[in-house]
Structure formats: structure tokens, C-alpha cells
């Protein structure tokens, strides 16, 4: 079975390694000259925009993304979920290119458009065949030049995203983390919530959108990641269609560390038949040396809250435990049951347990092959592997540690698996929904 596994890993990494770019890009074009280099397929425009070029040539798509830097720090608790608002609005058509009009374009050609927010970064996404590359990003650079804001399409977008919200707040396993979020994140640029809240989002208007994109649509807080077979004039392209932004003077740093000091257990009372238990605790972030140790441990203690919260005991469907990926970071575990007690008292027991005895090799074996299965899987489409350069790149100023990685996994020894547990699941902030008669609190202050 071993050798079967290790077959398939290494057949799996060369059917990708083949898919990697062949790296020879011609030289930049006259109207590029004045880019600032860093290598080849690293380097800024003339205004100010981080590029990275990923050249591949086993298919004919071309994934663009432009990414927004900041997330969160970008906002307040006046104006919280007006970058993802700004750009599902912008997405929605520009002058040149009204909604109906785009989108019949884009549906001729197959292309696509996307929008996405996170704690540290937006982006807006292009998926294009190579010979329709032109004609899509034509459309593309209209929705950041000439972004039409529609006041109707405003208004509308006003009312599915306070829907939205609504649901997430009615929804017992979405809120659980926007509960405990609230303390975990507390006087932390992470408490200003990228989806906003019922609040902020009814003050939005198309003048605060015009606004907030002059203020952070510039050059010096903009990454572009373009994989995929596109052609050797990519710069002198992203040099024409941005040349309108303002560099600003936007200097990236890291997130404020996460501070906990003490276990606090959020309880929302709700009369329901099921407990929703999260629980964050903070972690290194991606470019910590300890992350890679850290983030295999909470692997390790996944499956085995899972084998014995749920396999042995029966007492929960969903059993989890983790890393997050973000600046500033956190871990996590995560139970939903209907005997909260049993549950939570089990998952303390594990986490002591890795605390006290090493873990087996053949344990941190499975949970790094099970990683190379997933990491592979999740770098199918040139998009996911343009967001894995781009975070990699904003979370440690080098878009290839999303590969490098994989060899810090490798040097990873039982003794750091323990440390790391030792030294980071404690201080642990809860969120609970269950009924409040039924949920003691000092079950969960034991770390």
C-alpha cells in the first residue's frame, strides 16, 4: 500500500511539474523599459504594480488575477465590507460594457469573471482561452478604468448582500465563527469583517464606492498573477490597459500578531437540538519558521478527533481541527453535537495526549502524502495556481513558497509535531450556539 501511495505522489508531481512553465520570456518591449525588475517574471510597472508571470504551454487557458492588498486593514467599523461590495459592483459592467452587453460577450468566448475577499487581499479573476485573450481582457481593464456603478445595480446589490448576511446570522454552522470571531479578533484589523454587517452595508453608496477604489485602486497595493499560455507581450499588455493608476505609495506590512492571553467562551443561547462549537488559538503565520511543525500537528490531531469523536464514540458527524492561512494566523477545532459535554471533554483529551507522547512516523508520513494529494488537486486550474503565487507572495515575499513547502514537510521530526502542540493549542477562545441551560463553561477552560 506504501509503495502504491509513493508511486502515485510521484506520478502525480510529474504530470504537474510538466504542466510548469517553460520560464523564457522575449524581452520587454520599448514601451516597457522602465519597469523595475526583479527577475524575468517578477517585476513592477512603471506605476507601481507588482507582476508575476507564470508561463505554461500544455493547454490554451489563461488565468489573470488582480489582486487588492490589505483585506481587512483596509477597512474600518464605519465602511466593513465595502472592498468585496466594490467589487462585486465593478463586476457588474463598465461603461464600455454594460452587464448585459458583457456578459453576452464573455459567454461567446467562454470567458469568466470572478470576485473574491479574504483577511489580507481581494482579487478579481479572468479565465480566458489564449486566442480570446485580447477581446476578454479588453473587457476586464474597462471594469477597473471605466467601472459603470450602476445606482440600480447598486441598490440591488444592496439586497442580496444584507440577505446574505441574514442567512449567515440565522445559520447556526456560519455564525459559530463570526461569534467567536468577535473576541479572537478583538481591537485586531481582523474584527472589521470583509462580508461588512447589516450596518455598514445600508450605507453604501456609489459615491463611498467611487471613493474607497480612488483611495486603494493604485498602483503600489496592486499584484497581477497571470498563468497559463499567454503570449510574450503579456507586459507591454499590463502596461497599457493599468498605465491609467496612480502608483500611491502603499508599503505592505505584515498583520498585527494575534494576542491571547487567556481561554473566553462566547455563548449565544438558541433553542436548537444540535451545539455549534468553534474555537480559535493563535498560530504561526506561513512565513513563521514553526508553521510547517504546526500546521502538520493540527492535521494529525484532525484525524484523530475524528477517529475518536466520531468513529469510536458516534458523537458528531463533523470533527475538525486546523490551520488557517492568513497574515496574522490562528488554529482552530470544531465540533457540532448533541452532547457537547462528551465532545469537548474528548478533544481536550487528545490535545493532551499529543502534548505528552510523540506521534508515530507512520502518522506524520500519512498527513504529509495526504497534503502532496491535496496541494496537487487544489493547483488544477491556472487560477488556483495563480492564487497559491499571489498569497505566497503576499504572505512571505516569495511567490514560490507555496512549492517550497513541500520540502520544509519533509524535515519535519515527531519531537517538533509535540512542541508545536505544546506551544500553541492553549488560550483557546470559544464560540458556542446551544441552549445556554445546558452548556457548563468551565468545560472549556482547560487550555
Do not use: C
Not at 150 to 162: A, F, N, R, S, V
Not at 276 to 300: H, N, Q
Not at 351 to 363: A, G
Amino acid at each position: 500500500m506504501k509503495k502504491n501511495s509513493i508511486l502515485f505522489l510521484i506520478t502525480t508531481f510529474m504530470l504537474i511539474s510538466s504542466q510548469e512553465p517553460s520560464l523564457a520570456i522575449k524581452k520587454d518591449s520599448p514601451k516597457t523599459k522602465q519597469i523595475k525588475q526583479v527577475d524575468n517574471n517578477h517585476y513592477f510597472t512603471s506605476n507601481g504594480i507588482e507582476v508575476i508571470l507564470k508561463k505554461e504551454t500544455t493547454n490554451n487557458i489563461v488565468g489573470f488575477k488582480l489582486f487588492i492588498k490589505g483585506g481587512t486593514r483596509n477597512l474600518n467599523d464605519k465602511n466593513a465590507g465595502i472592498e468585496k461590495f466594490l467589487l462585486q459592483s465593478i463586476s457588474q459592467g463598465s461603461k464600455e460594457f454594460p452587464k448585459d452587453k458583457m456578459n453576452l460577450e464573455l459567454s461567446k468566448i467562454g470567458a469568466e469573471i470572478s470576485v473574491n475577499s479574504f483577511f489580507d487581499y481581494s482579487t478579481i479573476n479572468l479565465k480566458t482561452i489564449n486566442k480570446y485573450f485580447d477581446k476578454s481582457f479588453n473587457i476586464f481593464q474597462t471594469l477597473i478604468k471605466t467601472p459603470l456603478l450602476d445606482e440600480k445595480e447598486i441598490e440591488l446589490q444592496k439586497g442580496k448582500t444584507e440577505n446574505a448576511i441574514k442567512h449567515e446570522m440565522d445559520d447556526p454552522d456560519e455564525y459559530v465563527w463570526k461569534l467567536v470571531n468577535k473576541s479572537f479578533f478583538k481591537d485586531h484589523p481582523y474584527n472589521n469583517d470583509f462580508d461588512g454587517n447589516l450596518d455598514t452595508v445600508k450605507n453604501i453608496n456609489k459615491q463611498s464606492l467611487m471613493n474607497y477604489m480612488k483611495d486603494n485602486f493604485i498602483g503600489s497595493k496592486m499584484l497581477i498573477v497571470v498563468t497559463g499560455n499567454f503570449d510574450n507581450n503579456i507586459k507591454s499588455k499590463i502596461e497599457k490597459a493599468f498605465s491609467h493608476i496612480k502608483k500611491g505609495n502603499y508599503i505592505y506590512q505584515p498583520a498585527p500578531k494575534l494576542v491571547s492571553e487567556k481561554s473566553v467562551v462566547n455563548l449565544e443561547n438558541r433553542d436548537i437540538p444540535t451545539a455549534y462549537i468553534s474555537g480559535r488559538f493563535v498560530v504561526p503565520s506561513l512565513r513563521d519558521k514553526d508553521y510547517p511543525a504546526t500546521y502538520l500537528a493540527l492535521r494529525i490531531l484532525s484525524e484523530k478527533l475524528h477517529d475518536t469523536i466520531r468513529t469510536k464514540r458516534g458523537l458528531s458527524y463533523a470533527v475538525s481541527a486546523g490551520a488557517s492561512l492568513r497574515d496574522s494566523n490562528s488554529g482552530y477545532i470544531y465540533v457540532t453535537t448533541t452532547k457537547p459535554k462528551e465532545s469537548i471533554s474528548l478533544m481536550f483529551e487528545e490535545i493532551e495526549k499529543m502534548k505528552k507522547n510523540l506521534v508515530t512516523k507512520k502518522e506524520l508520513e500519512g498527513v504529509i502524502n495526504l497534503y502532496y494529494t491535496e496541494y496537487f488537486i487544489k493547483m488544477e486550474t491556472v487560477l488556483d495556481r495563480a492564487d497559491k503565487l499571489g498569497v505566497s507572495q503576499i504572505m512571505t515575499n516569495d511567490y514560490n513558497n507555496g512549492y517550497k513547502i513541500l520540502d520544509d514537510f519533509k524535515k519535519i521530526t515527531p519531537e517538533q509535531i509535540k512542541n508545536a502542540i505544546e506551544k500553541y493549542v492553549k488560550n483557546i477562545h470559544f464560540g458556542i450556539i446551544y441552549k445556554k441551560e445546558l452548556i457548563d463553561e468551565k468545560d472549556f477552560l482547560k487550555s
